[in-house]
């Protein structure tokens, strides 16, 4: 690996990874807890008429896939909120025009073909230019800021919306600011994993986490850890084995995922096991032991 870092385009890739390995489980978290998972990958299909739409107008593709997503995820708290539709179903529409309206204007783009496509559908951390990563840096600082002023707000949110209602929050506002957020995360992630696998790294990780702890702290920061070694190692594993990077990442996220199910196994049974060992022993005279009638003195 450190022999690939002398060539420019291997440290851009460098970089794009650690931003995606350290951005996409924080929102993920939030996402999972709010049992949204599939958010990121209606927002992905989306992002793909901003790609579409920058390559057209000669534009950044990054920054036009940023700006459609935004425009995406209000969409669907509209009309989840405005209309009768269900949030899967939102979801579904979205699904279908993002991806149909970005087939549509690909095929309009003069000089694109099905590798463009495909390089933006699967990723390719290769053909990250320097714009790009300043585009990626610029959002990856956003999402953070997000995060850092209205982390515990969106985790009331997360938790309960009327409990967040009742405390006075601006429920609509938030839902609103964390679709925002993860759109913003999944046009950051697209470049490295691409926008069919991009909900993986956001998702994936964090479910991993699950399987090990039980505080939301912990789980976001232990999520952070494995987005973080998965887009690092899979990223090194792909430049050495000449691998598909995204498909890469998101395969050892799901192996780390495998090992944390066991692992997470195994400790449930131990601390079964040590509780069990803990309980005192039933003294005699214990209410199962008495009589009826003292039972109902005892219960009155």
Known sequence: MIDLLQYEFMRRALVAAVLVGLIAPVIGTYLVQRRLALLGDGIGHVALTGVALGLLTGTSPVLTAALVSMVGAVLIEVMRVRTRTTGDAALALLFYGGIAGGVLLIGLTPGANNSTLTGFLFGSVSTVGEEDLWVVAVLALGVAAVVAVFGRELFVLCQDEDVARAHGLPVRFLSVLLAVTAALTVVIAMRVVGLLMVSALMIVPV?????????????????VV????SSLGGLSVAAQVDLAPGATIVLLALAVFVVAVGVGGVLRRASGRRAAGARPPVMAGAVGTMPESDRGRVSR
């Open 207 to 223: 479910v991993a986490a699950q399987q090990l702890t039980r505080s939301f702290r912990v789980t976001m920061a232990l999520a």
């Open 226 to 229: 494995i987005g973080l070694l």
